[in-house]
Each structure stands twice: as structure tokens, then as C-alpha cells.
């Protein structure tokens, strides 16, 4: 009974201590100022650059103390990225994670640390998804779909389509080629000849073409890139081998970057399927909220829209990334 009382006699005095030293110094019971780590895969594509300015951004704009790490594409170094948050204590974490799998073991420990972690643009496999707080993302099913049946539209149904994957394991790389099979399932006069990883970089896309036009020459009349930055290396090396890009051979991608719009406006590219990178706000509302103990949806859909070379001229002006 004393412990109590001789407490809460001492708990009084600090009590007034701090009301006066609030009196003195202004607003003391200010929103703590936010920590948080991104760990972002890496910058190997236009539309990986839009995502971190937008995330920047908003950090900016909402006052948040961003820790930000580049992982050159590595999952070890996204994982090292989020240890080194969790070891720093801070609020919370966003993660864009290269890969579906491997999560769980850093996750537990962000769990164990009761740091909320949300996911953005690409989705994991884990047996337990309390471990992220929530994912926010598009549907790359739908994406890799509409590709698919824009370009069977545009082609007849009739087309030998060569495949520039993105990156080995990575969400957008699996649901990408699985809603554009789905897509073609029902048009037999649409082939995958090749398939291939350009790991989502222009580069990649770029060789990857030279090799497949090396092999199989005339018979391509089509191209879906998992990405327009691997569309566009794809209609260097078209152009190269003395082919028109947009004419000879028909070019699909997805994400709706300006140098996508750019090319469709020159008559190269033909399609983009748009894939919104601009994810800040979503992501910090979702920290806030994760950070207030508010349930969240465990996926948040970001619509997608399909840009052609019709409607290319008119909206570029409009793009923002
Ligand atoms: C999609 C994102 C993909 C983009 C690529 O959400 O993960 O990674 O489509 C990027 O451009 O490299």
C-alpha cells in the first residue's frame, strides 16, 4: 500500500515538473515525429525510380524521418536493410520485396519487435500473413491479361510472340506470364516461341531480343515485355536487326513510364499496360494507420488502365512519371 502512495506522491511531482517545462517550451505533447526504413529493391527501371521519388515525397510532405536503403536488386541486402530498421528501432517499415519468397525469419523478428511492416508493389509467400501489416499493390493477373487480349485484338488472334520475363521469382514476373497465358488461352493462333528473364532492366531487354531475333529471325511478329524498360531495349535491338518496332513486330509492355507514351507517340511501342507506381500516400496512410493498431485490408488493389497508340498523343502531357 505505501509503494502505491509514495508513487503516485512522486509520479505528482514529476507530473507538475513537466506541465511547467510544457508552459516554458511551447507544444509538448506534439505528434512524435515518424521513423521509418524503406527498403526499396533497387533502381533498375523507370518505374522503380517513380516509385522511391514517390515515397520520398511523401515522407517530405508528412514530416516522417525516412531511412532509406537500395538493395541493387539483392533480396540478402533487403533483408540486411530491414535487420539494420529493426536494430535502429524504427516506427515502422516499407518493404518492397525483389522476390516472393525468403521473408519470413526477418519478419518474425520485425513482429517480435512490434514494428508494423507494409508491403508495397509486390507480394510475398509467407504461412502466416499477420506478418506484414499490408500489401499494396496492382493485380499483375490482370495486367499480363489485358496484354494479352489487347494484343490478340491487334494481331487476329494470329501471332509468334516471344516473352521478356522480368526478374526470376519476383510477383510481377510470375503474374505477368501466368494472366497472359490465361489470356491467350482461348486464341490458338497466339504461340510463345521463347521466353525469357531481361530482369526488368532496358539492358536485359535489349540482349535478350538480339539473341531471339538471332534465332528465330522473321518467324517473331510479336513482343510482351513484362516491363516497358525491357520493351524498349526489345525495339533498339528490333530497329538494329533492320525491322520496324510498332510495324513488323508488335510491341506489348506494362507499366505506362513517359518513355513508354514517348515511343508509342513515335509509332514503336504499341501498348503499355499501366502499373501505378505512385504509392506514397497509400503507403504512409497505411504506416499511420498499422501505427493507431487500426486493422488494415491485408491487399490494396491499384487499378490499372491499358494506353495505346490512339490514345498515347493525347494523355502523354498529363503523365506524372
Ligand atoms: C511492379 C514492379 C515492377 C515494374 C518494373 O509493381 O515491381 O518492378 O513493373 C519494376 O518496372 O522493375
Redesign the pocket.
Known amino acids: 500500500m505505501k509503494t502505491r502512495s509514495f508513487l503516485s506522491r512522486r509520479a505528482f511531482t514529476g507530473l507538475a515538473s513537466v506541465a511547467v517545462l510544457a508552459m516554458a517550451s511551447g507544444p509538448l505533447f506534439a505528434a512524435k515525429k515518424l521513423t521509418v526504413g524503406f527498403a526499396q529493391v533497387g533502381a533498375?527501371?523507370a518505374?522503380?525510380t517513380a516509385e522511391t521519388d514517390s515515397i520520398k515525397a511523401e515522407a517530405a510532405k508528412r514530416g516522417v524521418n525516412l531511412k532509406f536503403s537500395d538493395a541493387q536488386g539483392k533480396q540478402e541486402n533487403q533483408i540486411k536493410a530491414v535487420r539494420s530498421f529493426i536494430a535502429q528501432g524504427v516506427d515502422a517499415i516499407i518493404l518492397?520485396p525483389v522476390v516472393e519468397t525468403g521473408w519470413e525469419p526477418v519478419l518474425r523478428e520485425a513482429k517480435r519487435n512490434k514494428i508494423p511492416v507494409v508491403l508495397v508493389?509486390?507480394g510475398i509467400k509467407v504461412s502466416d500473413d499477420s506478418l506484414y501489416a499490408t500489401l499494396i499493390?496492382?493485380d499483375f493477373i490482370a495486367e499480363g491479361k489485358m496484354a494479352a487480349e489487347w494484343l490478340a485484338k491487334k494481331v487476329n488472334g494470329k501471332a509468334n510472340i516471344v516473352e521478356l520475363q522480368?526478374t526470376p521469382g519476383?510477383a510481377?514476373a510470375i503474374d505477368r506470364k501466368k494472366g497472359f497465358e490465361e489470356g491467350i488461352k482461348s486464341q490458338p493462333g497466339m504461340k510463345i516461341i521463347a521466353s525469357q528473364s531481361g530482369d526488368?532492366r532496358r539492358s536485359g531487354g535489349k540482349e535478350v531480343m538480339e539473341a531471339l531475333l538471332k534465332k528465330h529471325g522473321n518467324e517473331i511478329n510479336a513482343v510482351y515485355a513484362?516491363?516497358?524498360?525491357m520493351a524498349l531495349g526489345a525495339i533498339q535491338a528490333i530497329e538494329e536487326a533492320g525491322k520496324k518496332p510498332g510495324t513488323d513486330v508488335v510491341v506489348v509492355s506494362?507499366?505506362g513510364v513517359k518513355g513508354a507514351f514517348e515511343s508509342m507517340v513515335a509509332g514503336k511501342l504499341n501498348c503499355t499496360v499501366e502499373?501505378n507506381p505512385l504509392l506514397g500516400p497509400l503507403a504512409f496512410d497505411a504506416v499511420e494507420k498499422a501505427k493507431a493498431g487500426q486493422k488494415l485490408a491485408k491487399k490494396t488493389i491499384v487499378e490499372d488502365k491499358v494506353y495505346d497508340q490512339a490514345t498515347a498523343k493525347d494523355v502523354i502531357a498529363s503523365r506524372q512519371y
Do not use: I, K, M, T
Not at 513484362?226 to 524498360?229: C, F, K, Q, R, V
Open positions: 533498375e527501371s518505374w522503380r518492397a508493389d509486390r499493390a496492382s522480368g519476383a510481377p526488368f513484362h516491363n516497358d524498360d506494362v507499366d502499373c
